[in-house]
């Protein structure tokens, strides 16, 4: 079920607040659970038994490596971890990579192994990530062992966050699981905060997309350089606000239920490095990999070259995380690649004039929007000869269209706002007081008509897709 949609916005949602408020405080964490399993289970009730199964894996675990808790028995504790851990990524890699495997491996010894139609299950890669981290905590003594399987299981799938994030570390939210307020000011947030992701998704990633899909599902040599750039540029926009809308909703959702969770973006295209980027970008990710993978692995406590082979593989990871296929890999080496030149050579330390601030901020929008182009091409070919087309490396021949073809005058509007919206302008919108009255009243008004707008934008259009719901 797609949190854009008319059955979630006016049927689901609605029914499960009312539910929700009416029932006694011990009972809201079960309605939760409830539609949850529900929510999962709507688009996908083939697989809410591997969501089941990656639960029970980390019940049962992390209480056996809380019960191994002694001085005797912490070379089994470890074992224990690792065997979770494994288990956990074996799912993972079934159901997201095994083809991917297969096809390689066919490949590179030229043998004829068939492949097994494994379909992926929604939000995998996600709920995964999740349960490793709360085992991981269990395991570094940050948390009790959760005893009860329901809140567990309510961590684990809880609905704003199950789909495509943001990935919500278990030590976060482990005391709001157990005991929460939810007040008339955090319903209020909620709600506001939902409305600007909803329109995030449907006004502006929505209509950006449909420029970038037009463009990117011609052959490179049927479109000229302008037409390379505002494709690479309408994706850049797209996959921003569909991610970025998202994240907006589930916290909004979050803030609903009584829960706080962590920002998942902070204006990631205003930044002057790729460091920089990776810390304003997918924050729940980037801090996920930091904590469980980046400084286990030594971290920059190491020598020069183990820290720059302890990013790389990070990155590589980070590639591999995002899907089944070469140009995810490409993409996420590519950024590992400017993230070591920047430890090297400090550049994302460097401070100075307007000039240079400049020149940092361009260097790091075409790292970032050549590297989206690795991450939007279905294979590396096409990546690599539409990079070539943006730089005026292709001589296209056959041109249908410019790049005047692709936009009329609401998708030039939606460009310029998607443009303006990347920036930190509106910031402090949700958090003007009761003292500023008129300024309050006027954006509830305009969030009213923001509301109105993306709900007609559900009922008329058919393109509505959500790009991380294949991750």
Known sequence: ????????????????????????KDLRNYVLLLASVLFYAWGEPRYLAIMILTILINYLGALGVARLDTENTQQ????????VIVLNLGLLFYFKYFNFFV??????????????????????????FQAISYVIDVY????????????????????????AGPIVKYYTVADQIESRTVTFDKVSYGVKRFIIGLAKKMLLANTMGAVADSIFSQPVTAFDTPTAWLGAVAYSLQLFYDFSGYSDMAIGLGSMFGFKFLENFNYPYISKSITEFWRRWHISLSTWFKEYLYIPLGGNRVAPWRMYANLFIVFFA??????????????????GAFIIFEKATGWHKKEGGLWL???????????????????????????VDYLKNMFGLISSHNIAYTAAYYVDNIKIISLVAALLCAMPIFTKMLEVNDKHKIAKSLINIWLMILFILSASSIASSTYNPFIYFRF
């Not at 059955?7 to 689901?12: C, E, I």
């Not at 004829?112 to 995998?124: L, R, T």
């Not at 959760?146 to 684990?156: H, N």
């Not at 799938?157 to 789909?163: D, E, G, S, V």
Request: aromatic share 20%; charged share 10%.
């Open 103 to 128: 096809d390689n491996l066919n490949a590179v010894f030229t043998s004829n192994f068939d492949v097994i139609n494994v379909v992926m299950p929604i939000g995998i890669s996600f709920y995964t």
């Open 76 to 83: 089994y504790r470890k074992l224990l971890l690792g065997g």
């Open 1 to 24: 079920m797609l949190f854009s949609s008319m059955t979630f916005v006016f049927l689901f949602l609605p029914i499960v607040c009312a539910v929700y408020f009416l029932v006694r």
């Open 140 to 163: 570094r003594r940050e948390v009790p062992v959760q005893k009860d399987v329901y809140k567990l299981a309510l961590y684990i799938c809880l609905f704003p966050q199950l789909i």
């Open 318 to 335: 980070t590639g591999i995380w995002h899907g089944a296929s070469w140009t995810f890999i490409v993409w996420g080496l590519f950024h």
């Open 357 to 383: 601030g400049a020149c940092q901020h361009l260097y790091c929008i075409l790292a970032f929007v050549i590297g989206w182009v690795f991450f939007r091409a279905d294979n590396l070919t096409y990546a």
